[in-house]
């Protein structure tokens, strides 16, 4: 049974990222390597580039879904497409400290799911949406093919996003975010021993945070790789009015 964790959420409401390109950019001059959790920290690599995919997501994600002003948000580009990111500073921190963190339970394959809640001026959840990770078994592949077909695949993810608001519901207004982490249940009992920034905690998920009133689910896009696979789908409650 995975256990939910979450960060201490932020409350903006007067909002108007700044990405890494780490894994995509550095790799580069090892296009002719081959990537083992031998002979590189295997770990690593997927979890550079599943957090630099996630930041970005979480980003588009409370664009599309107007979770704050869209003053806030500026284009940039991303695998090869235009996509939103804020300008806001407190919120960015916010992001950032979180994948920071979520970092080295992706590392270790602890992850089973990332989910970013949008709650409702209750905080009862209006929608989950769930990154349901799991990466494969030892592979060793080429880093140019690693670099070609990662970022085809991340493309398509974020595409099915800045869609998204095609088949969900408008939410209602106020609605604020938290980041649950759903780890796996050896992970949970080391949650102390991994905390990597000070002051910024795990902490046990809200069971209303876990929980939706009659929710529907819509998929959005399955990605198979060769050193990860995921799926995308949203848990929207089917009654949102207050």
């Given at each position: 049974?995975?256990?939910a964790?979450?960060?201490?959420?932020?409350?903006i409401?007067n909002?108007?990222?700044v990405?890494a390109?780490?894994?995509?950019?550095?790799?580069c001059?090892?296009s002719?390597?081959t990537?083992?959790r031998q002979?590189?920290n295997?770990?690593?690599?997927?979890?550079?580039?599943?957090?630099?995919f996630?930041?970005?997501a979480i980003h588009?994600?409370?664009?599309?879904?107007?979770?704050?002003p869209?003053g806030?948000f500026?284009?940039?580009?991303?695998y090869?497409?235009p996509?939103q990111m804020?300008?806001h500073p407190?919120?960015n921190?916010?992001?950032?400290?979180t994948?920071h963190c979520v970092?080295?339970?992706?590392?270790?394959n602890?992850?089973?799911?990332?989910?970013?809640?949008i709650m409702?001026?209750?905080?009862?959840p209006v929608e989950?949406?769930?990154?349901e990770?799991s990466q494969?078994?030892?592979?060793?592949?080429s880093?140019?093919t690693?670099?070609?077909?990662m970022?085809?695949l991340?493309?398509?993810?974020i595409?099915?996003?800045?869609v998204?608001?095609?088949?969900l519901d408008?939410?209602?207004p106020?609605?604020?975010?938290t980041v649950l982490v759903?780890?796996r249940?050896a992970?949970?009992?080391?949650?102390e021993k991994i905390?990597v920034?000070?002051?910024f905690?795990w902490?046990?998920?809200?069971?209303?945070?876990?929980?939706?009133?009659?929710?529907?689910?819509i998929p959005?896009?399955?990605?198979?790789?060769?050193?990860?696979k995921m799926q995308?789908y949203?848990?929207e409650r089917?009654q949102?009015a207050?």
């Amino acid at each position: 049974m995975d256990k939910a964790m979450l960060f201490k959420s932020i409350d903006i409401h007067n909002i108007a990222v700044v990405f890494a390109d780490c894994i995509l950019q550095n790799q580069c001059d090892r296009s002719m390597t081959t990537l083992t959790r031998q002979d590189l920290n295997f770990g690593q690599v997927v979890a550079d580039i599943l957090c630099e995919f996630l930041e970005v997501a979480i980003h588009l994600i409370l664009y599309v879904r107007e979770v704050y002003p869209s003053g806030i948000f500026q284009k940039r580009k991303k695998y090869n497409v235009p996509v939103q990111m804020s300008c806001h500073p407190e919120l960015n921190q916010y992001i950032q400290d979180t994948l920071h963190c979520v970092k080295p339970l992706i590392e270790k394959n602890d992850v089973e799911k990332v989910v970013l809640v949008i709650m409702d001026k209750e905080h009862h959840p209006v929608e989950r949406f769930v990154f349901e990770i799991s990466q494969p078994p030892l592979l060793s592949i080429s880093s140019d093919t690693l670099l070609s077909h990662m970022e085809q695949l991340l493309r398509a993810v974020i595409l099915k996003i800045s869609v998204c608001d095609a088949v969900l519901d408008n939410n209602p207004p106020g609605c604020t975010f938290t980041v649950l982490v759903h780890t796996r249940e050896a992970a949970t009992r080391n949650m102390e021993k991994i905390q990597v920034i000070k002051d910024f905690p795990w902490i046990v998920a809200d069971e209303q945070e876990l929980h939706m009133r009659e929710p529907r689910l819509i998929p959005l896009k399955t990605m198979t790789s060769d050193i990860v696979k995921m799926q995308l789908y949203v848990e929207e409650r089917a009654q949102k009015a207050s």
